[in-house]
């Protein structure tokens, strides 16, 4: 037991290195004093450039697969695999939007739930990623998208799973859509109140439907 605790606390460890404030402190920079605020790869993007958001993008995907790899393996029951392997991702995620080593100020926890996914069923990304891209691209807003595609993680369950997935995946359904609608609650007020920042160059289809 509690060397099974041990994995989720370094889950969470993993999830409070922060890539956009690590590669931040190379830079010079603390984003979270620039743009939103937010310390997540979209305002990495806004306010530092493409390369620097990938790079943040790739350790925040890339603590949450190691931390969901972590809990995978290493000796867990298997009766006890998936759901160690879900506590660690969560964990990591958690890490994230509040990190222990930046002063519990960190992002919105979308990338690192990218990265729990991959290890552990990288398909249910592919509907997840297809409704943020319908989204963004038709509205330009990320946040919205990312709100929607949490929510379409329940539907992709179902489908993919043939109805027949695991009391454990619907539990990580359900908390991965609720705690994104919370992280981004933010977002959700800047849309009621039309104040939302909107990445107008990624509405391809509003620009190509709307001519």
């Not at 991702?89 to 930046?102: I, S, Y």
Request: proline share 2%.
């Amino acid at each position: 037991m509690i060397a099974l605790l041990g994995k989720v606390v370094l889950g969470y460890l993993l999830g409070s290195v922060s890539g956009s404030l690590v590669l931040g402190r190379l830079r010079g920079v603390d984003i979270r004093k620039l743009g939103s605020g937010n310390a997540g790869g979209t305002n990495a993007l806004r306010t530092q450039g493409w390369k620097f958001a990938l790079g943040v993008a790739l350790i925040d995907v890339g603590k949450g697969a190691l931390a969901s790899w972590i809990g995978l393996h290493g000796g867990a029951a298997p009766e006890l695999g998936l759901r160690l392997a879900l506590a660690c991702g969560l964990a990591a995620v958690l890490g994230h939007v509040w990190p222990l080593f930046h002063g519990f100020r960190g992002g919105k926890g979308v990338a690192t739930v990218i990265g729990v996914l991959l290890v552990l069923w990288p398909a249910l990304l592919l509907p997840m990623i297809g409704v943020f891209a319908l989204v963004l691209t038709t509205t330009g807003y990320v946040g919205l998208g990312s709100i929607l595609a949490g929510l379409t993680m329940l539907p992709a369950i179902l489908v993919l799973g043939g109805g027949q997935a695991s009391r454990e995946w619907w539990v990580a359904g359900v908390v991965v859509a609720l705690f994104l609608l919370f992280t981004h609650r933010v977002n959700l007020q800047r849309l009621r109140a039309g104040s939302e920042h909107r990445f107008d160059k990624a509405r391809v289809l509003a620009r190509l439907f709307g001519r």
